[in-house]
């Protein structure tokens, strides 16, 4: 039997090895839920809605437990965990509230005996190949308005983040869905690629950019809904107006919290001259302040890196950059093991020649850019092949919506960073995605809307 062994990446130590899935348990699975999905489809509304009020009953319950999980498999700092336990439960709200209303029939056009109707259908079977990084955020963002609007859910969770995955899985069960509408598959790559094989209506992927476009290579031939949200190298512009001390504060923690590991991390900051040495001082004092170690420790602000490569990645960048004549201000060294450890690592001097400014660091790595002014901040925003979210710093909104407005990104914020909202949608231009989830737009995504032509006989 093939087994997954899952890892605690800040001490090496096995967790558990689970049983895993193979190609032939990934065909009969599919299988039974392409055979339930009309009968769950066919439930009122209120009953699908019941059951995930059951599973956000269940997550407020065992939040404790359940933050520990993930902390144990990611590194995760545990306060960081409890957030995202927390920031979850509004997103569930959310969808419970919303999708009546986002996918309700419409009447769009009724004359001279002529109606014509929209209806949302459900897509059907979906499979979601999930990131490791805030495992509760997207998986749900994708599994909740999937099962409300009637589908069901081959679920990959990443393997860094499999016990939390099929914790996701157990509450839903718990709750009421059945088994064959949400289904867990324990295992790598390879059973993602597997999942890929089957008679899917479409595929919802997040993760890296380099295996969405392995994905997308591999249902390319097959003409079912792709969505990819993939990684980003998001800048902020800090402008002249701005408190330095006050973007400082706040760019440190966008940059940092997650240990960087975030899909919306601050990766580039570009600061107006005037403000550069105040925002660079300021900033190296805050990254000072963030302890590094066990993620378990309520005063732990820097956890382990999750998978091991990446700390080849982010020595690469460092490397690259002293290389290059960056100003190495804070860290720059992997911790000592057992674990995957990276020092929090804030570079100033930095140009668009250095790695660390052009691929996502995805760790706790920054550079910081000193710029002439707005049209150069501009510049050098767009100067990337990603496009998740951008912002900028200053007290005049004015100024922050021409600077925003021509930003090619998927967010943009004024005077905030690395947040997220259920409200509105999420998506990526460029090399950082298609599709969106979030918003009513992120409902209706999990649904074909279906064009009624309606005649009245004579
Ligand atoms: P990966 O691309 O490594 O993996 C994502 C998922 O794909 C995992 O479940 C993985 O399985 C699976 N997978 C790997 N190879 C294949 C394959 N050939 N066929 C099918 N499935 C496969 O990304 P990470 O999990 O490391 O996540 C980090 C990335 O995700 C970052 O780039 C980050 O920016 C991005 N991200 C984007 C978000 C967004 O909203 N735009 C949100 C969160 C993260 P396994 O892990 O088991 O190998």
Not at 120 to 129: D, F, M, R, W, Y
Not at 243 to 271: F, H, W
Not at 363 to 380: F, T
Not at 402 to 408: A, D, P, W
Request: net charge negative.
């Amino acid at each position: 039997m093939t087994t997954l062994s899952i890892h605690n990446p800040a001490t090496g130590e096995l967790i558990i090895a689970l049983p895993a899935d193979d190609a032939a348990s990934v065909a009969a699975k599919a299988a039974a839920a392409r055979a339930a999905q009309p009968l769950w489809a066919a439930f009122p509304l209120a009953r699908r809605k019941a059951c995930i009020e059951g599973f956000r009953t269940g997550v407020v319950r065992d939040l404790e437990l359940l933050a520990a999980t993930m902390t144990r498999e990611t590194g995760k700092p545990i306060k960081m965990s409890r957030n995202e336990l927390n920031g979850l439960l509004p997103r569930i709200d959310f969808f419970l509230q919303e999708t009546e209303r986002s996918i309700a029939g419409e009447t769009v056009f009724d004359e001279g005996g002529m109606r014509e109707q929209i209806q949302h259908e459900p897509l059907g079977v979906v499979a979601n190949i999930s990131a490791w990084n805030y495992p509760w955020f997207v998986g749900c963002n994708v599994i909740l308005p999937a099962l409300l609007t009637g589908n069901a859910v081959l679920y990959k969770p990443s393997e860094y983040a499999t016990l939390t995955g099929l914790e996701i899985c157990r509450l839903l069960h718990e709750a009421g869905v059945p088994r064959d509408i949400l289904v867990g598959l324990v295992g790598g790559g390879e059973v993602g690629q597997a999942l890929l094989e089957q008679e899917v209506d479409g595929v919802f992927f997040t993760g890296s950019h380099a295996t969405g476009q392995r994905i997308a290579q591999a249902v390319g031939q097959r003409f079912v809904k792709l969505q990819l949200e993939l990684g980003g190298k998001d800048p902020t512009y800090v402008a002249d107006d701005a408190d330095p001390k006050a973007a400082a504060e706040s760019l440190a923690d966008g940059a940092m919290y997650n240990t960087g590991q975030s899909c919306c991390s601050v990766e580039r900051i570009y600061v107006h001259e005037r403000s550069y040495d105040a925002f660079v001082d300021a900033f190296v004092q805050t990254v000072k302040s963030y302890r590094m170690g066990d993620p378990a420790s309520e005063d732990t602000y820097i956890g382990a890196i999750t998978r091991a490569p990446q700390l080849d990645v982010l020595a690469a960048q460092v490397a690259d950059a002293k290389a290059q004549g960056a100003k190495l201000l804070l860290g720059g060294h992997r911790g000592e093991g057992p674990g995957n450890w990276f020092e929090a690592t804030v570079f100033s001097d930095v140009n668009h020649s250095m790695e660390l400014m052009r691929e996502e660091s995805f760790g706790p790595l920054i550079g910081i850019q000193k710029v002439r002014d707005d049209d150069e901040a501009v510049r050098l925003m767009n100067d990337t092949r990603y496009g998740l979210t951008a912002g900028v710093y200053t007290r005049d909104e004015a100024r922050a919506k021409r600077v925003l407005s021509q930003v090619k990104a998927g967010s943009v914020y004024w005077n905030c960073c690395d947040r997220v909202s259920p409200r509105l949608p999420w998506s990526g231009v460029g090399d950082s995605g298609v599709g969106l989830t979030l918003s009513r737009y992120g409902i209706q995504t999990f649904t074909r809307p279906k064009a009624w032509h309606l005649r009245q006989p004579a």
